[in-house]
């Protein structure tokens, strides 16, 4: 699994976490571009890039336990579309800022359509290629996603991430990477 969290989520872009939130990501050296509630980030941040990406991170979220509203410690919460050079589709990631359960999904509903993303740690991914392709297209598509997850404390979250400059986030993000 291991090796999957290095091919989905590089270093750089683990670095990047933290330089996504506030004041910090307009100073990042890697990000290249703003669209609307999305960044682009590269690595490296000029020559030709190694690793591109598309990321935002959620507008509002909600915790609650056992149904009840409970204050909930987390970390930056991102929803990624990150390619690699070369081309070829992009891969959804997402950070919800805790440990999910053991064995859990995250669900993101993208303008009422759901899709499962598999849970390690912090971070949540597709299967891969055809989920990829939908989650991506839907996202071009939609205006909002809700991501819900569950934590290893079972704190069940909800977080809405704005669609707003999505697109053309996307777009940019694969174009830096052909």
Known sequence: MNSLIARTLGGAALAVIAATTGAIAQDSTNQV????DWSVF?????????????VTKQKTSEATRDGKPVSASRSDILLFVTFRSGGGRGEVSYTGGYPFRNGSTVNVNIDGTAHDLFTEGEFAWTSG????????????KGSTAIVTGVSGRGTQTKDTISLRGVTAAIDDAAKRCQ
């Open 42 to 54: 590269t690595d490296p941040p000029t020559g030709t890039p190694k690793e591109c990406w598309a």
């Open 33 to 36: 571009a703003v669209m609307s």
């Open 129 to 140: 290629g055809d989920q990829d392709a939908q989650i991506v297209a839907a996202l071009k």
